[in-house]
Every structure is written in structure tokens, then in C-alpha cells.
């Protein structure tokens, strides 16, 4: 239940919202495995199916964004430990960006044909391959710490739970396009855009400002 406090009031909850639907939104978009699958699913299995497994992911995305944010929360109140793992988190964000511009093969490849009309609860099927991907828990520590540096970002409890909602809620609505929209021409079954690629650069901007804010503290 959320309660309303003149610390924690509904602007400071909207806010909160807003800043977890859009970064979830953007976090989604990009063509990657859980939304392909999601919208092979319903090219084979309906619609409906598409939708129930889309759910299942968004679930997991809510308990991943949880967990995430606690740590962040833990993180905020200890900033003692934030120098220490921006250091960490600076080489380990430079060997991921290497890892995938130079050493990881190239995505654009044959998309997920085994999606069969099997008895197979796609709800259930949605939580588990949604839970293999485990770029969610630092997005949102970083997310979450970097807003909260500029005084945009609340970790109050009603501040929590409106972000984790809306990550949910963010997650569903780019499955849902692809679900509903995404409609693959015979021949066109393949994924025309290298992710390692997209994830490289990705990882390579945060990288910069990592090391911009350690260099501003220096």
C-alpha cells in the first residue's frame, strides 16, 4: 500500500513512475531475444499466447527491477562504497564493451524457430527466459543512482514500488507492440541488426560518463 507523506507525495511517486516506464521502454526496444520470441510466439500461436508470454516476462523484469533497487537504496545510504564500485564497475563495463566489439559473434542470425504449439504455459515460459537475462539488476542500480545524483530519483518506499510497477508496465507495453504489430515476411527471418553491436556502444557510453564522474571526484 502506498502512503502519501509530505516527503514522499504523489509527485515525487510520478516522478519515480515516469522515470521507470520510460527507462524500461527504451530498455526494451531495441529487437533482442525476449521481444523476437515474444512476437514469433504470436505469429505462431495467436495473439493471445503472445500476450501471456509477454506477462510472464514482465513479471521477472518486476522482481529483477526490485532487487535492483534495493541495492541501489543500500548503495544511496552507504555512498562510501559508491566510489569503490564505480572503479569496479568502470573496468568491468570496459572489458564487457570489448568482449562484445570484439571477441562476441555476430547476432544477425536465423530468429528462434523452435517456438512450436506446444502444451508448453507460456506464462511460466516468459518468467524463465526472462530470467536467463540479467542486464536488468545493474540497468537499474545505474538508473536509478544516476537519477538520484540530480535529486530526480526517490527511494522511499511508495518511490519503489512506483518504479517497479512501471517497469512492468514499460516492458509490457514494447512486447505488446511487437506482439500485436510484428509480422515477419517469409523472407525475412533474420535479425538484421548485430546486438553485440548495439550492446557495445551501450556499454561503451557508460563507460565515458563512469569515468567522467570518477575523474570529477578525483
Known amino acids: 500500500m502506498l502512503i502519501f507523506t509530505p516527503q514522499t507525495g504523489f509527485m515525487t511517486v510520478l516522478v519515480n513512475?515516469?522515470?521507470g516506464f520510460l527507462a524500461a521502454f527504451v530498455g526494451v526496444v531495441p529487437p533482442g531475444l525476449l521481444n523476437m520470441y515474444a512476437a514469433k510466439v504470436s505469429m505462431k500461436e495467436g495473439r493471445k499466447k503472445g500476450i501471456l508470454f509477454s506477462t510472464g516476462v514482465c513479471i521477472t523484469v518486476m522482481l529483477?527491477?526490485?532487487v535492483a533497487l534495493i541495492f541501489a537504496r543500500f548503495l544511496d545510504r552507504h555512498p562510501e562504497y559508491v566510489s569503490m564500485l564505480q572503479k569496479v564497475a568502470l573496468g568491468i563495463f570496459i572489458c564487457i564493451t570489448i568482449y562484445f566489439f570484439?571477441?562476441?559473434?555476430d547476432t544477425r542470425r536465423q530468429l528462434p524457430d523452435d517456438v512450436n504449439n506446444s502444451k508448453v504455459n507460456r506464462l511460466f515460459s516468459g518468467m524463465l527466459l526472462a530470467l536467463v537475462n540479467l542486464l536488468p539488476l545493474p540497468y537499474w542500480v545505474y538508473i536509478s543512482i544516476t537519477f538520484a545524483g540530480f535529486g530526480w530519483f526517490s527511494f522511499s518506499q511508495p518511490g519503489l514500488w512506483s518504479t517497479v510497477i512501471a517497469s512492468g508496465l514499460g516492458t509490457f507495453s514494447v512486447l505488446a507492440i511487437y506482439v500485436w504489430f510484428f509480422r515477419q515476411k517469409d523472407d525475412q527471418n533474420k535479425l538484421n541488426v548485430n546486438m553485440n553491436f548495439i550492446i557495445g556502444i551501450i556499454t561503451a557510453v557508460i563507460s565515458v560518463i563512469t569515468l567522467l564522474k570518477i575523474m570529477e571526484e578525483i
Open 102 to 105: 570484439f571477441i562476441a559473434k
Open 64 to 66: 529483477q527491477t526490485l
Open 17 to 19: 513512475f515516469a522515470i
